[in-house]
């Protein structure tokens, strides 16, 4: 069962993927523009997930590195599909009302009963639900119970609520098979290759910190902050931790790096609480977030979606002025809180 729960379950949603991308690559050999280097993109995405965890390291990243040059040479390109008529989807929006917003919504639903739900870690035979540190509630239990409650696979909880949601989909919305493959690759090929963003740029952090770039912010802030200023500490935290984010696109890859290198030396340190600077230092980092084009899932994706006529700027444009706000919140709340 621990095997089940730590390897095959979450191997299955990645061959899902799989399955979806070389769907679209088998889509996108119909291409008018740049056949052959979006058919190509979107097959070696399908290796990845499928067999990623085969490969040698070296494969896959020299597959990433192609994966980049066909992008960077802009021969990933969107696909020709027929579109539906305006009285039709007039037609179905009268049909379906507000119904059509219950699969997306049941994704976040399901995800987040799913991270309340633990298992043993050594036997994967005792299953509970984990509410606080301080209530827990054993589920059911079909052998030992020994070990430590262990949360479920993000990938796991990700892909149950997926599925969960296309089931809710074709029950409300009953599409015929062909008309979902065709909008599943259209919806792919319009968001292209930020959907590699978030994996790739969390990659990134890891490296960085792997790399000591913390130490090194961290030697270059301490030659110009003024030793046990704790104002200009907080201030310089919170915006590392915007801009990083900004770079990064990802306030979890961001919070390491900065917390190590401006963090710890220059508020906890100065006898910040921990815990408050903690919270706080990772929730600038999502101000950030707000007003970058790299963080693409939330920015960008919601453009290529909506088919905005600005395909970049059109939500970061309106999450500017509350960004700038919560920032100076953020600097306000870690001096009154933290000290």
């Not at 059911?140 to 119970?145: E, N, R």
């Not at 801009?243 to 190590?260: P, R």
Request: net charge neutral.
């Amino acid at each position: 069962m621990l095997d089940f729960l730590t390897i095959y379950l979450p191997e299955f949603f990645y061959v899902l993927c799989a399955f979806v991308s070389f769907d679209t690559a088998y889509r996108a050999t119909r291409n008018k523009e740049a056949k052959v280097g979006t058919t190509l993109f979107w097959a070696l995405l399908g290796v990845i997930f499928m067999l990623g965890k085969l490969l040698p390291n070296v494969l896959i990243g020299a597959m990433l590195v192609v994966m980049g040059c066909l992008t960077a040479t802009n021969q990933v390109k969107m696909g020709e599909f027929t579109e539906s008529t305006h009285e039709f989807r007039q037609q179905a929006s009268e049909k379906l009302g507000n119904k059509i917003f219950i699969p997306a919504v049941s994704i976040g639903v399901m995800a987040l009963i799913l991270s309340l739900i633990q298992y043993n870690a050594e036997t994967a035979q005792t299953f509970f639900l984990k509410l606080s540190n301080f209530f827990t509630l054993q589920l059911f239990s079909f052998g030992s119970s020994a070990g430590n409650p262990t949360a479920l696979d993000g990938a796991v909880m990700t892909g149950i609520a997926c599925l969960v949601a296309l089931v809710l989909a074709m029950i409300i919305c009953k599409p015929k098979l062909s008309e979902t493959r065709s909008d599943t690759s259209r919806l792919l090929m319009q968001v292209g290759a930020s959907c590699l963003l978030p994996q790739l740029l969390g990659a990134l952090g890891s490296v960085f910190n792997e790399a000591g770039v913390g130490d090194v912010i961290s030697n270059i802030i301490s030659s110009v902050i003024p030793s046990g200023n704790i104002v200009i500490g907080v201030i310089v935290y919170v915006l590392g931790m915007v801009i990083f984010t900004m770079i990064m696109g990802n306030a979890f890859a961001a919070f390491t790096v900065i917390t190590i290198g401006i963090g710890i030396p220059f508020v906890i340190n100065q006898g910040g609480d921990p815990s408050i600077v903690a919270a706080l230092g990772m929730t600038a980092g999502y101000c950030g977030t707000l007003l970058t084009p790299m963080a693409a899932n939330f920015n960008i994706v919601p453009c290529a979606v909506l088919e905005t006529k600005d395909q970049k700027w059109t939500v970061i444009k309106s999450q500017l002025p509350m960004a700038m706000i919560m920032i100076v919140i953020h600097i306000v709340l870690m001096l009154v809180l933290a000290f």
